[in-house]
């Protein structure tokens, strides 16, 4: 009998944020007015305000987000009710004009899970594209490089590429480890606005399950020195 086995399977969560129509129609105009426009082939997280989450009329987005976030969980077979999960930083991205640069590929070193909220996109918007730096499938040195006169493969799949493409779709979040290499690939011509949330959180156990010893202690428990 002939296998492949899929060892080690990468999940980024794709959900649905349930207020998405409402909240849309109520803050569209407002998060318009809140984006900063970033610097060349920097994200609107370096360039702009991150605090997007303490604003009380973008509440109801974020009570939707934590159902993702269990969701999420429940993937993962984790169990949510043992932990709290808080925003620690969130932005606006906002795409309009065809010159406006793509996101390189980045990653978030100081949180645990990162999101994209697509609150208004078509498909002309930009791919929101996951990458790595190695393959462990590229068993000797170049094998899968394309970038030369000399190309080994005959076809792409999962096994060979160091890159994977996401459509954006409107209402939809994304949820994915913070550490993963992430960025924005444009594909054509871009015909319309795309506004996101995109932020970071951070997971902490609730404070009756601190006997546990894996996972982190709630802030109001730490101590500034």
């Not at 999962?158 to 979040?173: D, K, L, M, T």
Request: proline share 4%; with cysteine.
């Amino acid at each position: 009998m002939n296998k492949v086995h899929q060892i080690f399977p990468l999940i980024v969560y794709q959900g649905t944020i349930d207020c998405h129509e409402k909240f849309k129609e109520q803050n569209l105009e407002s998060l318009r007015d809140y984006w900063f426009n970033g610097y060349e082939n920097e994200s609107p997280e370096v360039s702009g305000n991150i605090f997007s989450h303490l604003i009380e009329d973008y509440f109801v987005f974020y009570k939707s987000l934590k159902k993702c976030i269990f969701e999420y969980f429940d993937h993962l077979k984790v169990n949510h009710t043992l932990f709290d999960f808080h925003v620690v930083k969130s932005w606006i991205g906002y795409h309009k004009d065809d010159d406006t640069p793509s996101i390189p590929s980045h990653f978030h070193n100081e949180s645990n899970i990162s999101f994209v909220y697509y609150l208004k996109t078509d498909e002309s918007s930009d791919k929101f594209c996951v990458t790595q730096e190695s393959n462990r499938n590229e068993v000797s040195g170049g094998l899968f490089e394309t970038a030369n006169k000399f190309n080994t493969l005959i076809g792409f799949n999962r096994y060979n590429c160091n890159h994977y493409n996401i459509s954006p779709i409107e209402g939809s979040v994304l949820l994915f480890p913070s550490n993963l290499r992430h960025g924005t690939q444009k594909i054509g011509e871009r015909r319309g606005e795309r506004i996101v949330i995109a932020g970071d959180i951070r997971v902490t156990l609730k404070p009756e399950h601190y006997r546990h010893h894996q996972g982190c202690t709630h802030p109001s428990q730490w101590l500034e020195i």
